[in-house]
């Protein structure tokens, strides 16, 4: 057992797991990669981290269910009604069991943000109706919500607002030089009524310590959610085997559509929270004066939910399952080594967050001396290399390490060496354009071809 | 700099005069007496810049700046304080607005030299929509402080 919960799982394995992937097999299923940027670049893409790209087995499963089975889900009783509901439930249940949870612990939601914010507006919904059944998600003054320098604003900002209308404190916990965590930053207290973190941090790559972090909230009775964004899309993960209470992650990161989210929850939470959109297909019973909640997850999706999207999630899974996700994660990680290796090597380059693959995964984010990340980006991308360049959405995190910004790289198991020698060709090339040293003089010679 | 491999496309957008700027920025630093301030944020990537106006009869006496950000939104600010001073404010805000319709082309407006000075060698920013807010974040700044200045001046 790793104390991270990354690397673990009892998705089902495929025969010869340990085998490297066949990248140029993998490839072949994504169209888009076989297209030329800026004047007949190849696209080197290496930004799937912010959104990644769909197979044609995914575009397929949603043009199928468009061409043959759509309707409105768990309305009518027409054949093709039936059928779309079936589609629908059947993409939920494959989701859930992908993350080791139960299809009636899912709640879809357009991304992993609205997923968030609806715990965030459930929790403060809780608070203004006063439900007795829902006493574990209120939040009142001098309560404490506690998250951490190092998160995406999808889960920074929706807990500030959550304080700012129920008169709660937020609380973080710091993170260290290199970008992880920092437990001794903070103790939580018996008015701490949610720890929210990331399982992976989008920017440092840096794995937290989930289970230390589960053990210190149930010390205190507070609920935890993990934003498994970038955990999910590249390694195994299990939600049950982890204890959290919630999970969120989204669609379009893990070669899904986009317009899809999952909120995990553990059964009894559903169970006893208020929903957040109210509406049609969430109610039990209606009446003029009141109506009553349909249980979990129907109460948390209200109106007609995205259809194409979710069976697209599900042919997402299955793919992801077909190829296996331990493979999945040793192939990135053989990336990453690389281009840590190859960074490290050149004069000028720094690296932000973890240098070693040690609760590690793959996002390298970097900057380099004398180019601004926004001029590195330009540079790449004039070679045909996609990287995200800016604040990544964790603008806190990057003021705490002292940056602007940075330059990130993030991988998908459709990436390859070759691809990662051409990022690092354009860094150097990046230098050698405004001028800086660097690529003269390399720290140590380096074979990167 | 650039050299025999760099693809076109780059030597277009990063022109010597925006390169030349970024290097050597002219006018930088705050200074005072000042009549208005702006501080203006790229939200996209942090970038932000902090810009002083001080006027004197009707004309852009000073501009002085602080600015953290890439090439581009630095060799603006630089480019931007070398046009404006001396201009009277109505003619510094209509050298803004052409340098905004120039951002705005997407790369199919021809720069008018005598509207913009070293500010035509953005014209190939205007191509990269991603890059246009790095270019204006020194106007927008500017044309904030002259704003405030403008109405101090009517208050005070
Ligand atoms: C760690 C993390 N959390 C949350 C999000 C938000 O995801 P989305 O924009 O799909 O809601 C992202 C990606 O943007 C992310 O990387």
């Known amino acids: 057992m790793t104390s991270t919960g990354i690397g673990k799982t009892d998705q089902p394995q495929t025969p010869g797991s340990s085998m490297p992937l066949d990248t140029a097999a993998i490839r072949a299923d994504f169209p888009i990669l076989t297209r030329t940027v800026r004047d007949g670049k190849p696209l080197v893409y290496l930004d799937s981290g912010a959104t990644s790209q769909r197979p044609h087995q995914v575009l397929d499963a949603e043009r199928s269910f468009l061409e043959e089975h759509n309707a409105a889900v768990h309305r009518g009783a027409h054949q093709l009604a039936e059928e779309a509901t079936d589609a629908y439930e059947a993409a939920r249940e494959r989701i859930a069991s992908f993350v080791g949870v139960g299809a009636d612990e899912v709640v879809f939601t357009k991304n992993a943000t609205e997923a968030i914010n609806l715990v965030a507006y459930s929790m403060s919904n809780a608070t203004a109706v006063r439900d007795p059944a829902a006493a574990a998600f209120e939040v009142v003054p001098g309560d404490e919500i506690v998250i951490t320098e190092a998160e995406h604003h999808a889960n920074l900002v929706p807990w500030q607002e959550l304080c700012a209308r129920t008169g709660a404190t937020l609380r973080w916990y710091g993170v260290t030089d290199d970008g992880r965590i920092d437990l001794d930053s903070l103790q939580l207290s018996p008015r701490t009524k949610l720890v929210a973190f990331t399982h992976q941090s989008n920017v440092t790559g840096a794995i937290s310590p989930v289970n230390e972090l589960v053990t210190r909230a149930r010390q205190v009775g507070a609920l935890v959610l993990l934003d498994a964004c970038q955990s999910v899309p590249n390694a195994p993960v299990n939600f049950a085997e982890l204890g959290v209470d919630f999970a969120v992650f989204s669609g379009h990161k893990m070669l899904g559509p986009s317009g899809i989210g999952v909120l995990y929850g553990r059964r009894e939470l559903l169970e006893a929270m208020p929903p957040f959109l109210t509406g049609g297909s969430m109610i039990e019973l209606v009446r003029m004066e009141r109506t009553t909640y349909a249980p979990p997850p129907q109460r948390f999706e209200a109106g007609v939910p995205m259809t194409s999207q979710a069976v697209g999630l599900g042919a997402a899974v299955d793919y992801l399952c077909a190829v296996g996700m331990d493979r999945v994660a040793a192939h990135e990680r053989t990336l990453t080594e690389r281009t840590l290796a190859g960074l490290e090597a050149i004069a000028g380059v720094q690296i932000v967050g973890p240098t070693r693959m040690v609760n590690r995964g793959g996002t390298v984010a970097f900057t380099i001396d004398g180019v601004h990340p926004h001029d590195a980006g330009q540079v790449l991308d004039s070679l045909g290399i996609a990287v995200r360049v800016g604040h990544h959405c964790a603008w806190p995190l990057h003021r705490r390490l002292g940056i602007q910004a940075s330059i990130r790289a993030t991988f998908a198991l459709y990436n390859t060496t070759a691809e990662v020698d051409q990022l690092l060709a354009g860094v150097r090339k990046a230098q050698r354009f405004f001028g800086v040293r660097g690529s003269a003089e390399v720290k140590q010679q380096v074979s990167t071809r | ?156």
């Open chain 2, 1 to 156: 700099m650039s050299t025999a491999d760099t693809p076109v496309q780059l030597q277009q957008l990063y022109q010597d005069i925006i390169l030349d700027h970024y290097k050597h920025p002219r006018g930088s630093g705050l200074r005072e007496p000042f009549d208005g301030e702006s501080q203006q944020y790229n939200p996209a990537c942090g970038d932000e810049i902090k810009l002083r106006v001080r006027l004197a009869g009707g004309k852009i006496a000073d501009v002085s700046y602080e600015a953290l950000g890439c090439s581009i939104s630095q060799a603006a600010a630089s480019v931007l304080h070398e046009q404006v001073i001396g201009a009277g404010v109505s003619d510094a805000m209509k050298m803004f607005d052409s340098f905004a319709e120039l951002m705005a082309s997407r790369g199919q407006l021809e720069p008018d030299e005598d509207a913009l000075g070293d500010g035509i060698a953005f014209a190939g920013v205007s191509k990269y929509p991603a890059r246009v807010k790095c270019a204006l974040l020194g106007w927008a700044a500017f044309k904030a402080a002259t704003v405030a200045a403008l109405a101090a001046d009517v208050k005070g």
